[in-house]
């Protein structure tokens, strides 16, 4: 652990998806007996439950909320489809600004149905951070965009890399757009390493690192590959090294396990994350 790094522990988060068989209050329940002080939240259970509600019941059981999950979607030709994008996005960074968190989490959205224009789509995106940026500003909230691993190119995220991220991000402020490092999306890349001592750049408020995440790579990935998530330990990931370089780049936010799994979710709740958190000690820390 770098010097003057927070314990990996005070600094755990868990995402909302990552235990979705918890209702929001067990969500928080469950992490305040657990000692868990962070929660990433989802734009739809949150409104379902009533964001103002929602932020209370954190706030009541000694939690933050880390980021809020998700904004995006930037790529679409049509103007009508554009411009609602951008309204749902000013509407989401509304809820995150109510919900006390300064992260936003961006999937850019993937190609338009019958485009094969990966790089018009990518400059979509950046054209949407610029309208969006000042807006955020305003409620204290940074767009955080998320590289997705390449096979979500075509239909849900045309940034596949931190490098990419980055070139769209650097456009802007840093505490304006920012970058998220997911280990599940970014293991593979042999320059992910560079990339994460490029978005901590000179470190405080010049940093890019707006989220860090965790998630394993395991194989055979399931027919859809979005719910193939691994528990933490169980695949391919070298999370400690991922961790060691958010730190030396100067990252001492939040460390959020973020795993889409049905088989996490067919299990007790307090049990996966009991299970998590001493994954997190002994793969992570």
Known sequence: MSHGT??????????QETVRQWSLPELADGCARAGVRGVGLWRAPVQQYGVAAAARLVRDAGLRVTSL???????ALDPGER???????????????ALGTDTLVLVSGGLPAGSRDLPGARERVAD????????????????????LHPMYAADRCVVSTLAQALDL???FPADRVGVVVDTYHLWWDDTAGAQIGRAGGTGGAGSRLAA????????PLPEGALLGRGQLGDGSVDL???????ETAGYRGPVE????????????GAEVLAEIVQRVRTHVG
């Open 6 to 15: 927070p314990s990996l522990l005070d600094r755990l988060s868990l995402n």
């Open 69 to 75: 999950c998700r904004g995006g979607f930037f790529t």
């Open 83 to 97: 411009a609602a994008a951008l309204d749902d996005n000013r509407a989401a960074l509304d809820e995150a600004a």
């Open 128 to 147: 949407a951070l610029g309208e969006l940026a000042p807006y955020a500003a305003e409620r204290g909230v940074r767009l955080a965009l998320e590289p």
């Open 169 to 171: 991000a650097e456009r």
């Open 212 to 219: 860090f995440q965790l998630a394993d790579w395991v194989t």
């Open 240 to 246: 400690r090294w991922f961790r060691e370089r958010v």
């Open 257 to 268: 396990v973020e795993i889409f799994n049905p088989a996490l979710w067919a299990r007790d």
